[in-house]
Structures are given as C-alpha cells and as structure tokens.
C-alpha cells in the first residue's frame, strides 16, 4: 500500500490548509485511515482516524477537535484533512497513516509526509 500526501506548505496562525493523502489500494481493501503529526523533537501523534469503509466516525486528538475535519472520497481513495484556525503549535510534519487487517495480521502503512509551519 503507497499513501502519498499533498498540500503542506507555510501559512499564518489563524489561517486554513486542506491535506490530501492518496491511497495506492481501494479503501475496500483498507480498516482504518487517517493522519498522524511530528513536531520537531516530540513524539508523532494521531491527529485525526476513521474507518476506512462504511462509518464515518471519526477520532481526533483533543487539541484539535471544531478545527480540523478529516473527510475520505471513496471513489478517488483519498482522504483530506481540512485544517482550520492554525495555530504555531500545529507546525509538525503530518504522515498519513492505514491500517488493514490480512488474515488476523494487523499492518500499517505511512505516507513520506508533509510539512506544515504555521508562523508569522
């Protein structure tokens, strides 16, 4: 499974950044996807996580709950990540992350990530 981001880049605090990340794989094939962040010299941390299939419940990390959405397109097996009111402690690297299960084997897959500051 390829994951392949798009969409980082330098904005201000306060202003918006869309993320995508396009699956190699249909999400048919897919249990979970969603994004991961890594700031410089911290630990990575999920950011937001939802099945892949059916539901579209969606987990996020408290810091970032009513400001980012994260959205899947099953047709183009893409997921987005709509982040809004950015803020300088969102600056990480963000990694998009799935997770499928083959024969009771859990496996996950990351993208190369993408970089996001948020500064003035």
């Known amino acids: 499974v390829q994951l392949v981001e798009s969409g980082g880049g330098l904005v201000q605090p306060g202003g918006s950044l869309r993320l995508s990340c396009a699956a190699s794989?249909?999400?048919?094939?897919?249990?979970?996807i969603g994004w991961y962040r890594q700031a410089p010299g911290k630990q990575r941390e999920l950011v937001a996580m939802?099945?892949?299939?059916?539901?579209?419940?969606?987990t996020y990390v408290d810091s970032v709950k009513g400001r980012f959405a994260a959205t899947r397109d099953d047709a183009k097996n893409t997921i987005y990540l709509q982040m809004n009111s950015l803020k300088p402690e969102d600056t990480a690297t963000y990694y998009c992350?799935?997770?499928?299960?083959?024969?009771?084997?859990?496996?996950?897959?990351w993208g190369q990530g993408t970089e996001v500051t948020v500064s003035s």
């Open positions: 939802l099945a892949a299939r059916g539901t579209s419940d969606t």
């Open positions: 992350h799935a997770r499928r299960n083959l024969d009771s084997n859990w496996y996950d897959y």
């Open positions: 794989i249909s999400f048919l094939n897919i249990n979970f």
